[in-house]
Structure formats: structure tokens, C-alpha cells
């Protein structure tokens, strides 16, 4: 390749006289990624381009991301971790993936790498939203873009994060109480209702909880008489639904849950107790993943709302278009709906999670 572009230079160099002409040349390449074990870093990386200058070819840097994944405590969030590694490769953006285990420590020890190894632009998925303020205004002395995917973070100097991309989660919770409101319409109160919330004070458990409990209050039938948080895990919401089911099984005729996994297990603990999810208990749940998705053909869940997990094309446009010079929106909302027991078994192949 270099050969070729020796001869295409020589060529130009016929063309003009000396010195009347300053050429660039860009070629590109891939290598695979890289995967630093010591710290669970994943990299995705692609071969740098390369430049001419003068009559000398060199190696271009790449953009390198410092990406601060908040955990793996679900599908969705694996999903989520997948579809951010494929875009990078994709687009030839060098990925530093960190996994904070649920720490928001151990994130701020990420971020303060990434701000070290002097990365183009730091990502976050925040485990909870407070909080963030020292170390984004840390960030910020150095210059280095910051771009918040998936959860918010409360902050009183908007400009110390560029762009937020994810969900709207109190539109989730609004269409959660949607249905509920239409399902149960006619039926006679009171309807007793548990809440499965995920992480405490994370975006997605404060914001959806808003949501529904809006919506619901409109129907005086409709009451919440238990809402306990369950950490967006199976094992938690197995857990907290059988506590729920030994307190409250004769008033519980729905269950909201903040996410599939919470759902799902919580269906093991209904079936443990002799009841039969999605009869006995209407059932409503957020993400989309496959496994709700199969529940819902089987009965078991009466409702699941969209909250979209494939946010890696969105991170890798907005990271190209910033370091072109091009303005971002503050918010970036993803395209999320809701789907119900009737409509899941044509939706079901097309999950891609």
C-alpha cells in the first residue's frame, strides 16, 4: 500500500511546481481489539489512519473513548455493553471500557484514568445521578469532552457534560401506568399494587417511578400498597416479590416492575406461591428484553415498555460529530414503544437482546 503511495505522490509532485502545494493523503486499516484483563477493560480498535506528510507517511492518532460502564446486572445492560463495543469497532473509534461493578468509586477511578491516558472524550453510565459534580468539574480544567449515556446526573452547571443519550424513563413509567389504567379500567377497587424499583437513586428507578404513580392517581381504584427496591436483578426481585407475596398476596392484583429482570424473577416467586403470573396478577415491566418477550407469548407478562439498549451508533455519531466542531443536542431520546400480550409473538424474532 505504501508502494502505491509513493507512486501516487511522485505523480502529483509532476504536476505542480515546488513548494506550491501542501498534500494529505489518508489511508486506513483495522487490527483487532485488545483486552486489558488486570482491569476488565475491553478495547476495540482500529488501525490508525495514515497521513502524509511531506514525502514522509506516519500513523494518524485515532479518537480513543474512556467509556465508565456503571455494571452487568442484567441483559439489558449487556446488551447495552455489546452494542457500544460493535459501533466503536465499526467506526474505528479506539474503546476503554471500564465495568464499576455498581461503584459510582469506582467510576470516578475510571474517569480519572481516562483524564491520565489523555482520551478524546470520557462516556458515563451513571449508577446513581448525585454526586458528580468535583469530578465532572475535574474533567472539565482538562478539557476533555464528556458525553452521559442511559442515566442522567444532577448537576448545577449544565455545561460540564456535553450531551446526554438514553431513554426518556418517565415517558417508560407514564406508559406503564397507561396500560394499567386501560387494562383495569372497569375492574372493581380497590386494586392493590407492588412496585419493583431498581437501583436506589439511579435515573431510571426515580424517573419511572414518576411516571406511573402520575398516570395512576388519576384512578382513585388504583392504589400502591408496597414499593421496595429489588436493584434491577432476578435474584432481587425473586427475593423482594416473596417477601411482597407473604404480606400482601390477598390485596397484590399488579405488579410493576422497573425492568425485565426484576419481572422475571418476581414471576418465579408468583408461580412459588401458587399463583399464576399474568392471571392472577397483571403484570407490567420495562426494557424489551427476549426472555420478557417469551414470557409475554407464554402469559406470564401482560405488558412490557421499550427502553432501548442499543445506544452505541448513537455515542459514536455524537463523539465524530462533536470532535468535527458540530453542536449536539443537549438530549438525545432514543425511539422506545410499548407492547402488550397480543402484539409479542410477531415482536419477539425481531429482539435483538
Known amino acids: 500500500m505504501l508502494e502505491k503511495v509513493g507512486e501516487f505522490m511522485g505523480k502529483l509532485a509532476k504536476l505542480v511546481t515546488a513548494g506550491a502545494m501542501v498534500l494529505f493523503i489518508m489511508l486506513s486499516g483495522c487490527e483487532t481489539g485488545q483486552e486489558n484483563t488486570e482491569r476488565s477493560a475491553m478495547i476495540s480498535s482500529n488501525e490508525p ?31 447495552n455493553t455489546r452494542s457500544i463495543q460493535e459501533a466503536a469497532k465499526e467506526t474505528g473509534i479506539q474503546l476503554i471500557l471500564e465495568n464499576a ?15 491520565k491516558q489523555k482520551v478524546d472524550v470520557i462516556a458515563i453510565a451513571p449508577v446513581v445521578e448525585k454526586g458528580w459534580e468535583p469530578i465532572l468539574r475535574e474533567v472539565k480544567q482538562v478539557g476533555i469532552p464528556v458525553i452521559i449515556t442511559d442515566r442522567l446526573v444532577e448537576v448545577s452547571d449544565p455545561s460540564l457534560y456535553v450531551s446526554y443519550i438514553g431513554s426518556d424513563f418517565y415517558e417508560e413509567g407514564r406508559m406503564a401506568g397507561k396500560y394499567v389504567m ?39 381504584n ?9 436493584n434491577f436483578t432476578v435474584e432481587q426481585g425473586n427475593k423482594v416479590m416473596r ?44 426494557d424489551g428484553t427476549r426472555k420478557a418477550f417469551e414470557r409475554m407469548v407464554a402469559g406470564n407478562i401482560n405488558s412490557v415498555v421499550e427502553c432501548n439498549p442499543l445506544l452505541g451508533p448513537y455515542l459514536m455519531q455524537a463523539v465524530k ?8 443536542p443537549k438530549r438525545i431520546v432514543t425511539p422506545e414503544r410499548i407492547f402488550t400480550e397480543v402484539t409479542a409473538h410477531n415482536e419477539l424474532n425481531n429482539r435483538m437482546y
Open 243 to 286: 417477601e411482597l407475596l407473604e404480606r400482601r398476596s390477598k390485596e397484590i392484583r399488579v405488579l410493576f416492575a422497573h425492568n425485565d429482570d426484576m419481572a422475571l424473577g418476581a414471576i418465579e416467586a408468583i408461580e412459588a406461591y401458587g399463583l399464576k403470573p399474568g392471571k392472577d396478577i397483571v403484570i407490567v415491566s420495562v
Open 49 to 79: 489512519t495514515l497521513q502524509a506528510a511531506g514525502n514522509e507517511i506516519v500513523p494518524a492518532r485515532s479518537i480513543v473513548v474512556g467509556f465508565s460502564q456503571l455494571g452487568s446486572e442484567s441483559d439489558w445492560r449487556r446488551a
Open 182 to 220: 386501560d387494562k383495569l379500567l372497569h375492574a372493581e377497587g380497590p386494586i392493590g399494587i407492588v412496585e419493583l424499583k431498581g437501583t436506589e437513586g439511579s435515573t431510571p428507578s426515580l424517573s419511572r417511578g414518576k411516571g406511573f404513580h402520575d398516570v395512576i392517581k388519576q384512578n382513585p
Open 321 to 328: 460529530e462533536m470532535l468535527d466542531g458540530r453542536t449536539l
Open 101 to 115: 461493578e455498581q461503584s459510582q468509586e469506582k467510576q470516578f477511578e475510571a474517569i480519572r484514568a481516562f483524564v
Open 222 to 230: 388504583l392504589q400502591v400498597v408496597e414499593s421496595e427496591y429489588a
